[in-house]
């Protein structure tokens, strides 16, 4: 007989983790701005906190028998709770970390070997790092990597040679280098400025001035009110703009969907979105720019004064912001001439500038940037307006030309040092594109912001750019040269330098340079970088399917970033570069290796063929002891199949799985109250070898949910998952996503003979972990929280066959799963008193799970969407239909009373859920005693078997019990025809309805409830 798999010889990780604290300080994290993070240095997609990143790290080195009480404070964790503080910015006590690893493990910590192999923005080595271990972090995209050498491993080597002493002079330079040779080209003072994009009406041929920006040019309370007024002379047909104090009710421009008025002519105009038989004014704008920039840059055209003309009237400057105050640009000669100087230098200087101008193509390849591409910018530096274009160009060989000097002064750390002034230039070109937000209640977001939440770049109607008169204002920002000489870092605002210092000090003497290093590599081939068996831990945050195409968003970057170093690339990637088919001189990043998908459906299985091949490496690169952490979000239930095959079929088992708060609220949709899912799961998996189960027969699913070891350890992991999920205060969809990753524990441990397939071990997990979880709930319904208490023999029975059904059926578990979770408290097993609605994503992927579509359900009634609008202010945005989110409710009568009610009844009465709704409904609309009741219905029921009949009742009890009196049409009746709403006495009709079920169960058992 097979036994089951003690873990407790195991690593902490597998038996505690402080991870109630740890979210507290996560969530804290998201919310501390003014501290000098990592993502400060470069922006990277997704980046962790630094709270799991460590205590993960940790706990999966030490072994489980290790004295607990002092982890919290060596880590950094106690002082992070007590002060106002987070745990990045407390140092963790190496040298007790040093001596803990010793005693318990008789290894020295820098023989202890952590791996990241899709390190990211870098926070999981940082960590690591900073633990004192052995550190490895790869990556594929050379953005990423070069992030990762300037967050951990130059500041760790280059922190006692000045490496920070170092940029500061160097940035110094940058900034009175960029006073000397741009400040003319920019107002005295305008921090910022915002353009219209201008078109011509079709019909009056006048210029308008395209612009979203409300009357009231900001909401931010540090700034002046004011607002904006653009006033139109319809006989002359041009326009002055005017900043006002006064409140300013209308908009200048008058726009309707994807159209707008001509404010000379009347007209309307189609401005974006598809156009059938030509263009959009927004069509030829972009036509018109970058055939506009083409001439200056690549056929090197002079610029006319008809051509200058027609520059402004594309790019129009429209107001711009000194100190707390918007003032009008376009009336305003100074600001013009400045504006127009810049484009006739950029064509002046264009040939000296080639070397820095990105050329490149924008692939076709790079689906994010396909909006562009579309739209005729065809090249990178079409992204850019003249004046942006001339800065950014003139920046990148002011960068270039230190990192020659540095490079020849300081070697590798001068590298270093032009790396953070590259960094500094990215960062503002990510401010200064034609596809630069405005927003009224921010100042202004970048490319980089775009590339958070969105799938493509995304053009608004304005675009914004900042201004270096003095370069303090733009680049100064990005730098933050002044603060980070002060001693006071809470008042950074997102510079590089504050970060730096930060990094430096904590590596200042710590030795640890020799113990990280920085690979540019494919993780889907890890053994050929690190061998086999030498790993301890991989603790590693993969991609989550289609989330974030990371070659994509950083070729913006990557473009501007090999024209900036292009004297150290060789320095910064020899050492690291291990892909056998990229260089450092191509002009893209590599895509063809990398771990994503193209949609949720993963359609070509491309994720799914990668994601197994990585996981397979981590296994050949790990010891026989090795700790495997995966971090993993559940956007669809391909996603959770995928991650559980992968480990199953690479020999993994999961030990352990946490839930962790690893995500901004903000990355996710900003549904209204629909429950999405905060936290990570933290799958923890080693190489045990399984359980062999070999009395499991033929029907694998069945014989798997009567077995008694998978029965044992299905018990097990639902017991630790019902502690966790109520220690850790987590939201419902939260709770089910550990639900199942217990499932996915749970199905790992096994081993059927001659089946290697790990789906019906999953799907059995599944529905028995479910089960196992729901029965004390619904069990409490039955016999206390519900309104109608049921005595135990009578609830007994009752759960027999709604667990019999579920476990059978799945469209009965996915609509129960789903209308439990919308109706019930799960930690308190109470009844809510408003139903929760679930996101698309959650529902979809929770019914998939359960072996059941969300559309049949849908289909059927059981189910109804409705449309959540989310807190968005570009309603004249094109895309504006797809920012509403989905809500869905399970129904309950109303899944009687859709449109075409009888052919509907008819399908809906073929699912069991159909029918226990039926019943519910006819036991309540019946009258007479329940026995007389019963008797009406049993009759009504020919046709039904009794089993049908008993698993259904049973559900119906389950329903009456968990519905709201607006539910059961007491107090509103929404379309029931025939129901009644003049019941005084709800609970007593409930009462009634459910002691009808309970007879009418005992007339088909024949036995007495
Ligand atoms: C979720 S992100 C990691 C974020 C990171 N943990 C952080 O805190 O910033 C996943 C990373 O996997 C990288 N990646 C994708 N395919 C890869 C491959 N084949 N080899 C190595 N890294 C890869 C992506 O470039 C991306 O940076």
Not at 630 to 656: C, K, M, N, Q
Request: charged share 30%; proline share 4%.
């Amino acid at each position: 007989m097979a036994k089951t798999i003690s873990l407790t010889s195991g690593r902490l990780i597998e038996q505690v983790l402080p991870f109630v604290n740890l979210n507290q300080l996560s969530r804290k994290e998201a919310g501390f701005i003014r501290i000098p993070k990592i993502h400060n240095i470069h922006t990277w997609f997704a980046r962790r906190p630094a709270g799991p990143s460590r205590i993960l790290t940790l706990y999966s080195v030490l072994p489980s028998n290790v004295n607990v009480s002092s982890l919290e404070r060596i880590t950094g964790i106690n002082n992070a709770l007590s002060k106002n503080t987070v745990i990045y910015m407390t140092k963790p006590d190496r040298d007790s970390i040093k001596k803990i690893v010793l005693e318990t493990t008789r290894r020295d910590v820098n023989n202890i070997t952590v791996v990241d192999p899709m390190a990211g923005g870098g926070s999981i080595p940082l960590e690591s790092l900073r633990l004192g271990f052995r550190t490895i972090a790869v990556e594929y995209n050379p953005v990423a990597y070069l992030v990762l050498k300037a967050t951990i491993e130059f500041p760790a080597k280059y922190a006692d040679s000045g490496l920070f002493e170092e940029t500061v002079k160097a940035a110094r330079e940058l900034m009175e280098r960029a006073r000397r040779e741009l400040g003319e080209y920019f107002g005295v003072n305008s921090k910022s400025y915002i353009y219209a994009r201008g078109v011509k009406c079709f019909s009056c041929g006048g210029l308008i001035p395209v612009e979203g920006v409300s009357p009231e040019i900001t909401r931010d309370p540090s700034f002046k009110k004011r607002y904006l007024r653009i006033n139109f002379d319809e006989k002359k047909k041009t326009f002055t703009v005017e900043t006002l104090d006064e409140k300013v009710e209308r908009k200048s421009l008058e726009k309707r969907g994807l159209n707008i008025k001509c404010p000379y002519c009347n007209q309307w105009l189609q401005l974006r979105g598809k156009y059938k038989t030509g263009q959009t004014l927004f069509d030829r704008w972009f036509m018109e720019h970058s055939t506009i920039m083409k001439s200056i840059v690549e056929d090197l055209e002079e610029i006319t004064s008809d051509l200058e003309d027609e520059i402004t009237r594309i790019h129009i400057p429209l107001i711009r912001r000194v100190e707390d105050m918007f003032k009008p640009t376009w009336n305003d000669e100074d600001e013009m001439k400045r504006f127009r100087k810049a484009l006739k230098d950029l064509s002046r200087e264009v040939l000296e500038l080639q070397e820095y101008i990105p050329l490149d193509e924008i692939l076709k390849d790079n689906k994010w940037a396909s909006t562009a591409r579309n739209k005729g910018l065809t090249k990178w530096y079409m992204l850019f307006n003249p004046r942006q274009l001339l800065t950014i160009a003139k920046l990148a060989r002011m960068v270039a030309e230190i990192a020659d000097e540095q490079f020849s002064r300081n070697g590798e750390m001068g590298a270093a040092v032009a790396l953070y002034l590259a960094f500094a230039v990215d960062k503002m070109a990510d401010y200064n594109t034609v596809a630069t937000k405005w927003q009224g209640s921010q100042f202004k977001t970048g490319i980089g912001n775009t590339m958070r939440g969105e799938s493509t770049i995304d053009f608004r109607l304005e675009y914004a750019e900042g201004g270096l008169n003095p370069p303090e204002l733009s680049l100064g920002w990005t730098l933050e040269l002044d603060i980070a000489e002060s001693k006071d870092f809470s008042k950074t605002a997102g510079g590089i330098l504050p970060a730096l210092k930060y990094l430096c000090n904590e590596f200042r003497g710590s030795g640890l340079g020799d113990r990280i290093s920085v690979y540019l590599a494919d993780a889907t081939r890890l053994s050929e970088l690190l061998g086999f068996g030498s790993v301890d831990v991989v603790n590693v945050d993969p991609p989550y399917f289609e989330q974030v195409i990371y070659s994509d968003k950083s070729e913006f970057f990557w473009v501007l970033l090999r024209r900036s170093l292009r004297p150290v690339l060789e320095v910064l990637f020899k050492p690291g570069l291990r892909l056998s088919n990229w260089s450092w001189s191509n002009s893209s990043v590599p895509r063809e290796r990398e771990i994503v998908a193209f949609d949720k459906e993963d359609k070509n299985g491309r994720f799914r063929r990668f994601f197994k091949e990585f996981v397979g490496e981590t296994y050949k690169v790990l010891r026989d002891d090795g700790i495997l952490l995966l971090w993993f979000t559940h956007p669809t239930d391909l996603a959770w199949r995928t991650v559980g095959e992968s480990l199953y079929e690479a020999g993994y088992i999961v030990s352990r799985v946490w839930p962790v708060v690893t995500e901004m609220e903000t990355r996710y949709k900003k549904h209204v109250n629909v429950i999405a899912q905060r936290t990570s799961l933290i799958i923890v998996a080693r190489k045990t070898p399984r359980s062999v189960l070999r009395d499991v027969g033929g029907d694998i699913a069945r014989s798997l949910l009567s077995n008694e070891i998978f029965s044992k350890v299905a018990e097990e992991v639902v017991g630790d998952t019902r502690r966790i999920s109520k220690e850790a205060f987590l939201s419902p969809a939260d709770v089910i996503t550990l639900v199942f990753g217990s499932a996915l524990a749970l199905a790992s441990r096994f081993e059927i003979p001659g089946s290697r397939n790990f789906q019906p071990l999953f799907e059995s997990a599944s529905t028995k972990v479910l089960e196992l979880f729901v029965e004390p709930i619904i069990n409490e319904i039955l016999t206390g929280s519900g309104p109608v208490k049921l005595d135990r023999r009578e609830s007994s029975i009752i759960l027999e066959y709604i667990k019999e059904a579920m476990l059978r059926d799945p469209a009965v578990r996915a609509y129960l799963t789903l209308w439990l979770l919308s109706r019930i408290d799960l930690e308190k097993a109470t009844i809510r008193s408003d139903v929760l609605p679930l996101s698309y994503d959650f529902a979809q992927t929770i019914s998939k799970l359960l072996g059941y579509s969300l559309d049949k359900l849908k289909s059927t009634g059981l189910i109804s969407e409705s449309v959540v609008e989310e807190e968005s202010k570009e309603d004249e945005e094109e895309n504006s239909g797809e920012r509403g989110g989905k809500a869905f409710y399970p129904r309950l009568f109303e899944a009687l009373t859709v449109s075409g009610a009888k052919v509907h009844l008819g399908e809906l009465l073929t699912l069991i859920p159909g029918k226990a709704i039926y019943l519910a409904y006819q036991a309540l609309k019946c009258s007479g005693a329940p026995n007389t009741r019963a008797e009406i219905l049993r009759n009504k029921l020919v046709t039904w078997g009794s089993k049908e009949i008993a698993d259904a009742s049973s559900i119906a009890i389950l329903l009456l019990e968990t519905a709201r009196d607006k539910d059961l049409g007491f107090s509103e009746i929404k379309g029931l025809y025939m129901f009644r709403n003049d019941v005084s006495q709800p609970n007593f009709e409930k009462e009634l309805a459910i002691r009808t079920l309970v007879k009418l169960l005992e007339k088909i058992g024949g036995e007495s409830l």
